[in-house]
């Protein structure tokens, strides 16, 4: 089987590679600058494009192709300096989805995988909102301009699959951590690791989590089981955690100790209206919770990995990487 891989130096299409690689299979990865050649996987045949619509121009090199998993996209921007975010996102995950998929009918490729958001669904209920699941089946309630660029991307290839050939598997994620993770979960890494006194003890919400190494295997999944043409799916690792309880947990998974005291969850929100940061404190007190059942019991599909495995992974990583940076301090 020959894979196009769009993202394919990045967060979870690095690691997605790898994993092709391992099954044998020939894998080309899409990359925007012939620099960043060093960042794919050895073994996998880059394609080097200033945006995806220069992907025609590079057929030749390409050759036949059985399936492609586009994982590029402009992703959440929780400072987003552009003049029309939504513009800005849709033209990147929305516009140039649409293109690559038409593109892919003209080269014969038979399956397209697309990596979506589970902020399609929404983004979750705040503390003093009644939490629900998500499920497939509810309507859908993108809350941002990421969200909505996501959604009508979906829309773009559904439409597309009903008028073509081509098979079409949309995938859900929730918020992803694993080796290499940045952002918030980086973040917490880093309070967590130090030891610090949180005052998060009082947490009782329910966050939907998913390890890079089962996304990746959900993806090769869906790469071949003829039952995944068409559908939709939300992904997850199946083990949902509070916020203090995934603090707890990678505390065990870095050796260090748990200091989580009780501080009123009411308070917190107030001091994240004050600070500006009240997007990040809902994710910390709000609940965001999917059921993931439909992918398991559709493609008889597993997580390889329990939530105890994946942290302890990312902690190895995390621990690794701020060794070898104190490393390269001293030896400047």
């Not at 300096?81 to 140039?96: I, S």
């Not at 439409?159 to 951590?177: D, G, K, N, S």
């Not at 916020?243 to 994240?272: D, K, N, Q, Y």
């Not at 919770?289 to 329990?306: A, E, F, G, N």
């Amino acid at each position: 089987m020959r894979v196009l891989v769009t993202g394919a130096n990045g967060f979870v299409g690095a690691a997605l590679c790898r994993t092709l690689l391992a099954e044998n299979l020939t894998v080309l990865g899409v990359l925007r600058s012939a620099s960043r050649n060093g960042d794919l996987p050895v073994g996998v045949q880059p394609v080097v494009v200033e945006s995806l619509n220069d992907l025609p121009a590079n057929e030749p090199t390409i050759g036949p192709l059985d399936c492609v998993v586009h994982l590029a996209a402009r992703v959440h921007q929780m400072q987003d300096k552009a003049a029309d975010p939504l513009a800005a996102f849709r033209e990147v995950n929305t516009q140039a989805t649409a293109s690559l998929a038409r593109w892919a009918v003209r080269q014969g490729v038979r399956r397209f995988v697309f990596l979506s958001s589970i902020k399609v669904n929404g983004e979750g209920q705040s503390r003093a909102e009644t939490p629900h699941v998500y499920t497939e089946q509810n309507p859908v309630a993108p809350g941002d301009p990421y969200g909505i660029s996501k959604w009508e991307a979906e829309m773009e290839l559904q439409q597309i699959a009903a008028e073509t050939a081509l098979e079409t598997v949309i995938l859900r994620p929730t918020l992803v951590y694993g080796p290499e993770v940045k952002a918030n979960f980086r973040q917490l890494l880093r309070l967590t690791s130090a030891g610090l006194p949180l005052p998060l003890g009082r947490l009782n919400n329910v966050r939907s989590l998913i390890y890079l190494g089962n996304l990746v295997d959900a993806i090769r999944v869906c790469l071949a089981h003829p039952q995944a043409a068409g559908e939709t799916f939300l992904v997850s690792d199946g083990s949902d955690l509070s916020t203090s309880r995934l603090i707890h947990e990678l505390a065990i998974a870095l050796g260090c100790s748990t200091r989580l005291f009780p501080f009123s969850p009411v308070w917190l929100e107030r001091l994240g209206r004050v600070s500006g940061k009240s997007s990040v404190m809902q994710r910390l007190l709000g609940t965001l919770h999917v059921d993931s059942r439909k992918i398991r019991q559709t493609l008889d599909w597993q997580p390889p990995y329990t939530v105890q495995q994946g942290l302890r992974a990312t902690a190895d990583w995390y621990q690794q990487f701020n060794s070898d940076l104190r490393l390269a301090r001293r030896a400047a």
